[in-house]
C-alpha cells in the first residue's frame, strides 16, 4: 500500500526528534499565508511594546516610577497583573479614545494608548489568549478598522494638545541641540505597514484618511 507523501514528511520530521524538526513539520502543515500574519503580529505586538517604552521614557510625567512603568508595559504586553482601571474590559477603540481626553479619568495616558493598540490588534485578528491566528478567517474589515484606528493614533500623536497648548505625548520634536529623533515615525511605519500588508492576503486594500479634531476612532468588534 502506498503511503501518502505528506505522511511521509510527517512521520519523518517526528522521528527526527529536535526542534529544528518540529519547526519544519510546523511550517508544513500550517499554510504559508498564515505563517506570514502569525510572524506580522508578533513583529507588530514587539514594535509597540518598544513605541510605548520610547513614549514613557520621553513622556515621564505620566509614570514617573520606572519600576511602575516596567510593571505596566508587562502586564499589557506580557500578561503580568493589570493596574486597576475602569478600562480593563473595555473594547480598544473607547481605550484609544480616552488616552487622548482632555481630562481623562485614568492620569496614565500611555499606559491607555498601549493597551488600546494592543487590544485592537488582538481584535483585529481575532486572536484568543496566548495564540497569535486562529484560523484564515481574518476579515480584511477588521484589518481595515485596525489600519484607520492606528493612522488616527498616529495623527493625533502629532496634533492634539492640552488647555494651555502642550503636545499631549512629546515624540519627534526638535531636542535641544537641534536634532529630531523620528524613531517614533519608523516604528509606526512598520506597523502600519505590516497591516497593510495583511490587508492585502486577506483580500482587500487599505482605504485613505483624512482626520479632524471630530474623527472618532472605529469599532473593531461588532
Known sequence: MRIAPLIIV????????????????????????????SYHVREIEKSLEEF???????????????????KKIQAIFHGAEMPVTEFNDKPSHEVLAAAFEPNPTYSDRIFLLGLGMKKSVREAYSIEEKIFVTSLQIGHGRLESLYANTSQVNWRLKVYRDEDGRLLFLTNEVGENGYINMGYEVIMTEILTRIKDDIYLRGGAPPKF?????????????
Open 10 to 37: 510527517v512521520v519523518s520530521l517526528l522521528l527526527a526528534g529536535c526542534q529544528g524538526g518540529k519547526e519544519q513539520l510546523k511550517k508544513a502543515v500550517v499554510p504559508f499565508d498564515v505563517q506570514i500574519i
Open 52 to 70: 510605548i517604552r520610547r513614549l514613557y521614557l520621553k513622556n515621564p510625567k505620566y509614570e514617573k516610577d520606572p519600576e511602575v512603568r516596567h
Open 210 to 222: 483624512a482626520f479632524s479634531m471630530a474623527s472618532l476612532f472605529m469599532a473593531i468588534l461588532f
